[in-house]
């Protein structure tokens, strides 16, 4: 199940509180002397990232914003290499694209992750940084890969798209590398409508992920949006204060998705041994939000009389 099946009143009453409380003031920043102290966005990075365990998390305007500017905040850039695997959604690839980086794609293994080896074999003098991404609510092999990265002085960022919620050996995924990024559509386990989030324990990755996302924006605890400085050459990912209200009270409701999503995987699961097939190898299984049922049939011929 997905966050968009249990959209209920919860949902509505936060979108109404946002003009009960400072009519209707639905930009994140700025309009202080209207708003009433009413900063949802803000309010949901904060939670969100309390949630999974980071330090610091950046509310953006889609998953594939957030791999950009997890990116960009990471230094990626012209010139290098960003490994990633080749099971993937597609924006894993166009975000190192448009950093101006080169992607390099390197084979899965049977967690439908990314292969550890091929990864370390794939590494260059121009490679600066690796995304795993955790396919389908289940992690890659992150201990391996952190230690190829550490071995490497390479940086690490996970994409946490389809994983938010699930863990590798007790770690809340997308908080075990530098960054990690996490989709917030209408598909996935907490659902904003549209939206992203950046996690991080390191301030100095925060505070451009911050700029990049807004204009370069130096967040002046003393001058105006007008006045303040820039920090960085930025664009416009903002995530609105509708979409932030939307993911406090959808945030609330996580845990309750996830434990039903895998007393549902549970049901399916126990017929399905019947049938005799493989199923995918994970890694660790208490750290499945159990998004996805993944097994295997012999050959073509037979799995298409299955799907039919």
Not at 204 to 219: F, S
């Amino acid at each position: 199940m997905a966050g968009y099946e249990v959209f209920g009143e919860e949902e509505r009453q936060a979108v109404n509180e946002i003009f009960d409380l400072n009519g209707g003031v639905i930009f994140a920043h700025g309009f202080d002397a209207m708003r009433n102290g009413v900063y949802r966005v803000r309010e949901f990075e904060a939670a969100f990232a309390h949630k999974l365990g980071a330090n610091y998390g950046q509310a953006v305007s889609s998953g594939i914003a957030a791999v950009k500017v997890a990116l960009q905040a990471l230094g990626v850039g012209p010139g290098d290499e960003v490994i990633t695997q080749a099971y993937t959604f597609v924006a894993t690839v166009e975000a190192i694209l448009e950093t101006g980086a080169t992607p390099i794609i390197v084979d899965i293994n049977d967690t439908l992750n990314m292969d550890p080896g091929a990864f370390e074999n794939a590494i260059t003098k121009q490679t600066k940084a690796v995304i795993p991404v955790h396919m389908m609510g289940e992690g890659a092999d992150m201990g391996p890969i952190m230690a190829i990265a550490k071995k490497h002085k390479l940086l690490v960022m996970e994409d946490a798209a389809q994983a938010l919620g699930a863990s590798y050996k007790g770690q809340r995924l997308g908080t075990i590398g530098d960054a990690g990024a996490f989709s917030t559509d209408a598909g996935k386990t907490l659902n904003t409508g549209e939206g992203g989030v950046i996690l991080t324990n390191d301030i100095k990755v925060y505070n451009l992920a911050r700029g990049v996302h807004d204009h370069g924006h130096e967040y002046s605890s003393n001058l105006g949006r007008g006045e303040e400085g820039a920090i960085c050459r930025g664009f416009n990912y903002r995530m609105t204060e509708i979409h932030g209200a939307i993911g406090l009270a959808q945030l609330k409701k996580l845990d309750m998705i996830i434990n039903n999503q895998r007393a549902n995987k549970a049901k399916i699961m126990a017929g399905l041994h019947d049938l005799g097939v493989p199923f995918r190898n994970s890694l660790d299984p208490q750290g499945d939000i159990s998004d996805t049922i993944v097994f295997y049939m012999p050959n073509r011929e037979i799995t298409h009389q299955f799907v039919a």
